[in-house]
T-cell receptor
Framework: AAGVIQSPRHLIKEKRETATLKCYPI?????VYWYQQGPGQDPQFLIS???????DKGSIPDRFSAQQFSDYHSELNMSSLELGDSALYFC??????????????FGPGTRLTVL | AQKVTQAQTEISVVEKEDVTLDCVYE???????LFWYKQPPSGELVFLIR??????QNEISGRYSWNFQKSTSSFNFTITASQVVDSAVYFC??????????????FGKGTHLIIQP
């Protein structure tokens, strides 16, 4: 079965640079979520989108922005990168039926290293 | 505010032993969803189970079983006859139904399970 696709899988940036992470949800899934997982930590929810509209917001820094496009893929844009942004970034997708929370299936993650 | 507590940071057992991972949650909502995910050393997050707050039936899937008790706000996970391949970090997570179906998950800190051969 098709899974969530994330690209790139690894990314190395310098401080103050920008980065763009991409997420392609499971076919027919209409909801996308972004999470950040620091070393040895649990995943922290950043933001979610349903039908191209922001749906829920977590601890996303103001330097980060995200959007969902008409083909349901999503991009997380990160600017003015800091050393503390080094983490594993997960995208998850789900299918929303009548407002019911469906299971979130996670992609393999993008490992971002900020030097 | 919602919260998930996994008090066991690390558990080490010998292969074939049974092991239970504890999960206690806090929420003000009457409708919520509980999940368990597995994160093996390769790093991906693998979905194991989803439970809604109205379904307290316990579930068994092969060597895995889950015990959901609303009275104690617990959702514990038991692996029977553990195997080395079960070694991973296991996360318990909670989602409240306030966002109409697109709510972010709140994860516990995770339990690192080590199965020794």
């Amino acid at each position: 079965a098709a899974g969530v696709i994330q690209s790139p899988r690894h990314l190395i940036k310098e401080k103050r640079e920008t980065a763009t992470l991409k997420c392609y949800p499971i076919p027919r899934h209409d909801t996308v979520y972004w999470y950040q997982q620091g070393p040895g930590q649990d995943p922290q929810f950043l933001i979610s989108f349903y039908e191209k509209m922001q749906s829920d917001k977590g601890s996303i820094p103001d330097r980060f922005s995200a959007q969902q496009f008409s083909d349901y893929h999503s991009e997380l844009n990160m600017s003015s990168l800091e050393l503390g942004d080094s983490a594993l970034y997960f995208c998850a997708s789900s299918f929303r039926l009548a407002g019911v929370t469906d299971t979130q299936y996670f992609g393999p993650g993008t490992r971002l290293t900020v030097l | 505010a919602q919260k998930v507590t996994q008090a066991q940071t690390e558990i080490s057992v010998v292969e074939k032993e049974d092991v239970t991972l504890d999960c206690v949650y806090e929420t003000r909502d009457t409708t919520y969803y509980l999940f368990w995910y597995k994160q093996p050393p390769s790093g991906e997050l693998v979905f194991l189970i989803r439970r809604n707050s109205f379904d307290e039936q316990n579930e068994i899937s092969g060597r895995y079983s889950w015990n959901f008790q609303k009275s104690t706000s617990s959702f514990n996970f038991t692996i029977t006859a553990s195997q080395v391949v079960d070694s991973a970090v296991y996360f318990c997570a909670l989602s409240e139904a306030t966002g109409g179906g697109a709510d972010g998950l709140t994860f516990g800190k995770g339990t690192h399970l080590i199965i020794q051969p």
